[in-house]
């Protein structure tokens, strides 16, 4: 009896040449099948927006090439504001005051560097930067049903708040430190070879309002890269509705669905699509409550001028804020987000130089094959009346922006809205290749803890495992050739 297209399958069966799809329908080997050239405009991932990398430094800093000059000199401005060190207040120059009074970072970029993705600290003792922990307690009934209504993301520790602030202002303490312990261990593959891995485990070090809440949940997060942020929010609902299937219904065993968000941009529940548990629905509200959140200012939609600080929390609540009337009474007036926004809406996904390759091409087989595309969506398009250069797009992101259930090996327990604590949203891929070589540092997974391409793969699970369990038996030319594929990406 013959099986029924994947949705996946069904939405690119008009958009995808053929030899493409190949892979996903068929069970044979078709690395040496591949023509000897990618779909077409694939090089360029972020369309007509891409930019050539002229500078690996600069590889994620580039603006669309849709852009206007007025609106590059816009998009100049933005990233001044995105690599601006916040101060404390009080200080004479209050276009740039306050910072926390509890905070993860000082600037954007502190945690985004370069652009890129962030890393975990290097030694145990080492302070977190562009990695936090989110906090939240185990909801009761009706909190959870509030949380899987999209009218609440999780609850808050009494004493901590949403996150772990791990850097204050001189008159405050800091919440904590970030406390990081691996266990190494190594994996077998089919032919022999020994995989170094390592698992995290996390805790509260030193804190400093009290003893948590006994059913404390921590989620770690790491910085994720900002290209292509505005092609994914110019991606039509419609779009991503057909790829969701929440009940399986084709039998795939891919069962991606929505995380439905309360905006606060919008006042309104909307699926989420940024965010590694797809926790916001605009890139408005993902930046405004990192901007609150992790820096500790004040903004339109997070007006807090003391950030995630609880009541119990007395010297932080009392410490001087930075509203002054020259930012409309807040912290960071609507000219200064909106910049911000402009600026991380049209950072241009790089081109690809070897998206042709023959050994790229042959990964890419093993890519489809294997079945990773089925998560990792090749292509999607932007709505022809997106602004700024941004609609009527075909963009290769490598991701169908929804929740799906990675197993026990990488669950943190942690709901978000109603992303179980094992679901995680598809992250985008592109520009994969370039992560090391932007920040050495640089890690994979939402908490850094896969230092390879490799490691990153071999710990998906759940919906994930077959997918993974394929790559296990592939010998030792295929996953080179797996590897490549990805970093040409």
């Not at 190949?22 to 090089?43: F, M, N, Q, V």
């Not at 908490?447 to 038996?473: C, F, M, P, S």
Request: include cysteine; charged fraction near 20%.
């Amino acid at each position: 009896m013959t099986r029924p297209l994947s949705r996946s399958s069904r939405l690119c069966l008009a958009r995808i040449s053929p030899w493409l799809l190949a892979p996903l329908l068929l069970s044979t080997p078709l690395a040496l099948a591949l023509p000897p050239a990618p779909a077409a405009g694939e090089e360029q991932p972020g369309g007509t927006t891409s930019q050539p990398v002229t500078s690996i430094r600069a590889a994620f800093s580039n603006p669309s090439a849709t852009l206007s000059l007025e609106q590059k000199l816009d998009f100049l401005v933005g990233q001044s504001l995105f690599e601006k060190l916040w101060i404390a207040s009080p200080s004479s120059t209050t276009a740039s005051d306050g910072l926390g009074p509890l905070f993860n970072a000082r600037a954007c970029s502190a945690c985004h560097v370069r652009n890129g993705r962030g890393h975990p600290p290097k030694n145990p003792d080492d302070p977190a930067v562009s990695l936090f922990l989110r906090l939240g307690r185990t909801p009761d009934a009706e909190q959870r049903r509030q949380m899987e209504a999209g009218l609440l993301a999780a609850v808050p520790d009494p004493n901590y708040g949403r996150q772990l602030q791990t850097f204050s202002v001189q008159t405050v303490p800091p919440e904590g430190r970030l406390g990081i312990a691996y266990r190494d261990f190594s994996l077998r593959l089919a032919d022999g070879t020994e995989v170094a891995m390592r698992r995290p485990s996390y805790r509260i070090l030193d804190p400093a309002y009290g003893a948590p809440a006994p059913d404390l949940q921590l989620s770690p997060r790491l910085a994720p890269p900002m290209i292509g942020l505005g092609l994914l929010e110019a991606v039509p609902q419609a779009a991503l509705d057909a790829l969701a299937d929440p009940d399986d219904r084709d039998g795939d065993g891919i069962s991606g669905r929505q995380n439905l968000v309360w905006s606060t941009r919008e006042q309104a529940v909307l699926p989420g699509r940024f965010g590694w548990k797809a926790g916001n629905a605009t890139l408005a509200d993902q930046n405004d409550s990192a901007l609150a959140g992790d820096i500790g200012i004040g903004n339109a939609l997070f007006p807090s001028p003391w950030g995630d600080c609880t009541e119990a929390q007395r010297p932080c609540r009392e410490a001087p804020h930075g509203n002054t009337d020259a930012q409309q009474g807040l912290e960071a007036a609507a000219t200064v987000t909106d910049l911000i926004l402009f600026y991380s809406r049209h950072l241009a996904p790089p081109v690809r130089n070897d998206a042709a390759d023959p050994q790229v091409l042959a990964g890419k087989a093993l890519f489809h094959r294997a079945g990773c595309a089925a998560c990792h969506q090749p292509s999607l398009h932007t709505a022809e009346d997106a602004p700024q250069g941004l609609g009527g797009q075909r963009i290769w992101p490598y991701s169908d922006l929804l929740l799906h259930d990675m197993g026990p090996q990488l669950a943190d327990g942690f709901g978000e809205y109603g992303a179980s604590g094992s679901e995680w949203r598809t992250p985008p891929l592109w520009g994969l290749g370039l992560a090391q070589r932007l920040d050495p540092r640089a890690g994979y997974l939402h908490d850094g803890r896969a230092r390879t391409l490799l490691e990153a793969i071999l710990w998906h699970g759940g919906e994930a495992d077959a997918a993974r369990q394929k790559v296990v038996n592939l010998g030792a030319d295929e996953r080179r050739q797996l590897i490549r594929f990805l970093e040409s990406l």
